[in-house]
């Protein structure tokens, strides 16, 4: 049974909601291999518990997903942990930051006391770099707010690592389940303003990075965005021309481009059955990908 979420003010947990990932998980496209490498991390250890402690694995305590702007990196989390099965707490890194000196710690450590006592869970941190800042970025702040920081970002290094003490000495540790595991899974699109000590190992040490879509991917992307439309013929088979086109936008870029088609078609006919091909190149006149620069300063996609 699905059990409603809490909500406070600062974090929403999900008390054991499967199944409502499934959705959210087909609405992207072309991260297949990506969506397989975070089930062996976050899914597999509890599905397969037996596989993982023979070969002596546990499972990972911090997972960051990180790329540019709008390629699913918040949509993949959110649906893989809910996919998962395990109880879900959700923080907005944002939304965590106070402007009252203490309340944003107090914050953290009420979510890893959340995460105790109901494990096994995952905690899903979105725009992580809010909160884990690197200790010298913050210098424009004033002293007070720098000092602020600071005692956010030890605050969770210390609740990260104070997970890994508990579960070494608890006795649940033996029954074979991971039953007391607390996953961090969380995503930003600025890796380089974490702070290093939050990526060392037996802390957020896995990493899965999304590149901006290839164009095979941004053709998935486009077919999946359009199977939601009615479209004329000759649009339907320019799709994979379309797509290919498209170097340098992002999945949000594309499905922002599908609404722009959309609308072209309404704005001319208000009563249009169908898009049409002259109506994805009205969108192409005003969309432009986001992520031209980005794809400038990492040729190959790495
Ligand atoms: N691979 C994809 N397949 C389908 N849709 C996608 C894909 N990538 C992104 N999108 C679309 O883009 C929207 C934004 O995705 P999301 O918020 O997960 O991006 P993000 O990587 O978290 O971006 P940001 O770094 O700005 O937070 C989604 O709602 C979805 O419609
Ligand atoms: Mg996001």
Not at 23 to 49: C, Y
Not at 88 to 114: H, M, N, T
Request: with cysteine.
């Amino acid at each position: 049974s699905v059990v409603k979420p809490t909500r406070t003010s600062r974090f929403t947990l999900n008390i054991k909601t499967p199944n409502v990932g499934q959705s959210l998980l087909e609405s992207l496209a072309g991260l297949d291999k990506t969506i397989e490498r975070l089930r062996v991390l976050i899914q597999k250890p509890f599905q397969n518990p037996e596989v993982f402690l023979a070969l002596g694995v546990k499972p990972p305590k911090g997972v960051v997903i990180y790329g540019p702007p709008g390629v699913g990196k918040t949509v993949l989390a959110t649906a893989l942990a809910k996919e998962s099965g395990l109880n879900v707490i959700s923080l907005y890194g944002p939304s965590v930051i106070s402007k009252v000196v203490g309340e944003s710690s107090k914050a953290i450590s009420s979510v890893f006391r959340l995460a105790r006592d109901t494990a096994p869970c995952i905690i899903l941190i979105d725009q992580i770099e809010t909160i884990a800042n690197r200790r010298a970025s913050h210098s424009q702040g004033s002293g007070e707010q720098a000092h602020s920081f600071d005692r956010v970002l030890s605050t969770l290094l210390t609740e990260m690592d104070g997970v890994d003490i508990l579960s070494q000495s608890s006795s649940k540790e033996e029954d074979g389940k991971f039953s007391d595991s607390i996953i961090i899974l969380a995503t930003t699109s600025h890796p380089h303003h974490l702070d290093p000590a939050i990526l060392r190992p037996g802390r957020l040490d896995q990493h899965i990075f999304i590149p901006a879509p290839s164009s095979s991917q941004r053709v998935s992307i486009l077919s999946k965005k359009c199977s939601q439309m009615k479209l004329s013929r000759d649009c339907k088979d320019r799709i994979p021309i379309i797509g290919a086109q498209l170097e340098g936008f992002s999945g949000a870029d594309i499905a922002n481009l599908c609404q722009e088609a959309a609308l072209a078609a309404l704005r001319e006919d208000i009563e249009a059955e169908e898009v049409r091909l002259k109506h994805f190149q009205k969108a192409l006149d005003c969309c432009r990908g986001s992520l031209v620069g980005w794809v400038a300063r990492h040729p190959g996609g790495t």
